[in-house]
């Protein structure tokens, strides 16, 4: 089995994001168990699963950017609404097979993920500090 393994190197040191990161990669890590065994009446309520919770952690982030007017916000949310779109152009392809699909999708998740940790999410985290949020 394929299993993304969370390593401190992954951390900002935000704790409420970091944990939201932590259950994002449990997430899908539950997605490539499923295509693994190729169950594809599960498949569907996991994706939608990842899209939902990927959508309230960029609730949280956002909240906390509109809360204390980070300056870099409009450039971050732009980065979460670009992501989930490209995520879900994954779902709209008219290729009938959903496990191929669904390896692509985990795959470009995966890779974004730790991207944007190590890169855009830097970003704020002095900022966060800054405002109490640690």
Known sequence: MVNIKWEDKY???????DDQHKHFVGLLNALYKCLEVRDTKRLPDIIKDVFSYAGYHFKVEEGYFDKFGYPEADEHKAAHDSLLERAKSFTKRPDKDQIKTGF???YFLERWLFVHIKGTDQKYVQFFHEHGIK
């Open 11 to 17: 951390e900002i040191g935000v704790k409420i994001i």
């Open 104 to 106: 692509e999708l985990v």
